[in-house]
């Protein structure tokens, strides 16, 4: 009662597929959350007034949506002759729309942690860079690593529109199959899987740690 | 020795030092007291550098705090400060709380550092709470872990700030009684209180702040048994 055309090779296609939406996931996201921590803090160090043009251009990148972003960041590195292949400049596009979040995420992690607490820490002889390092970094970590889990996730599925620079990720990898089998819904159900399969163990991450931290708090 | 001269603090509009001037020596217990609102906690953070002033000038063993060229973070583990909130670090253990600064500020090996905090922890009574995390313990052990967190800089001054207006009534007296034997033991310290008991007891002088003024100074005796200015009376007055 059950026959499809969907091959052994299919499936290594669809893999390969897979293979491409984690580099570009890893990527965008390692490099967003260095830029985001590092915008964040200084969101957080210059305040509302002094940061408003970092603001400003980071809610732009939260704003536009990412499928406009990709089309004329693509546009604007062939007009400048940067000759980038469409993996960097998806990984370029989707680091800065990583990187608009995460700073808020980082900037609302510092606000977290108590200024008393900070005090404390800077009245021991703490300089501004220990305070961070040992007391707001792992007591933010805490508060951000639920909504850090959330953009990393969002990040995976939102990653499939690097389709339209011509990179063949899951989903475009699935069309693909689509369109010479004729078979949508299978397909797409094991697209779907795969997409929950590499999603599982991150979501997964943030519950173990969360569980190994909260006995401290 | 701590020297204050003339300093002037406001925020905003409100100026909440209007010129205080105090000398403490070493080994002298000064207390001050006063209502809220009169200047006496903001005087602690200027001390250390914590709040910048308007005018006037701090000075500890010559050094200026306020001056550009000062290091504070250096100047501040001669000065050991002790908050109403204790502050805990809750992601650290008592034992690490006590042994973070000493290491990471002092440089301080391991092992030392954890020398020098099980014996501050001990002293303050906390020697069978060294792996527990502080949220697991009571406000009054919790503020004497801080106590012993600033004492394990090895600090030639304390200021404490309001350390037991937090507290359940019942956990001021372990507080204090750590507060006693630290005056006992010789260290300089400013204690900012509501505890007129306390302050009778352990002060060398004892100063009443009114509105951003130190009305006036003057050894416990003579301070509490004989106010001379009407604020101080009225204060004493209002709190027996």
Known sequence: ???????????????????MTLAVTAVSVAAGTVLGVLFGVIRFQLGPYW???LTFVLDVFRSVPLLIQLVLGNAL???????????TTSCVVLSLYTAAYCTEIVRGGIDSVPTTTRRAAR???????QDMRYIVAPLAIRVSLPSWIGLTLGVMKDSALVLWLGLIELLRAS?????????????????????????????????????????ND | MIEIENVRKSFGQLEVLKGINLTVKKGEVVTVIGGSGSGKSTLLTCINGLEPIASGK?????TDVHAKSTDLNKLRQKVGIVFQQWNAFPHLTVLENVMLAPRKVLGMSKQKAEEIAVKQLTHVGL??????????????????????????????????DEVTSALDPMLVGEVLDTLRMLASEGMTMICVTHEMKFAREVSDRVAFFHQGVMAEIAAPEQLFDAPEHAETKKFLAATH
């Open chain 1, 1 to 19: 009662m059950f026959n499809t055309a969907l091959s052994w090779s299919d499936l290594v296609f669809l893999a390969h597929g897979a293979g």
């Open chain 1, 51 to 53: 940061a408003a043009p």
């Open chain 1, 77 to 87: 590195q062939s007009i400048m002759k940067l000759g980038w292949p469409p993996f």
């Open chain 1, 123 to 129: 009245s021991l002889g703490m300089s501004w860079f």
């Open chain 1, 175 to 215: 069309q693909i199959l689509v369109t010479r089998l004729q078979e949508p819904l299978f397909i797409l159900l094991i697209c779907g899987a795969i997409y929950f399969i590499i999603s599982l163990p991150i979501a997964r991450l943030g519950g173990y740690l969360e569980k190994r931290w909260s006995p």
């Open chain 2, 58 to 62: 701090v000075m500890i063993d010559g």
């Open chain 2, 127 to 160: 020697g069978e709470k060294l792996s527990v995390y502080p949220n697991r313990m009571s406000g009054g052990q919790q503020q004497r872990m801080a106590i012993a967190r600033a004492l394990a800089m090895s600090p030639e001054y304390m200021l404490f």
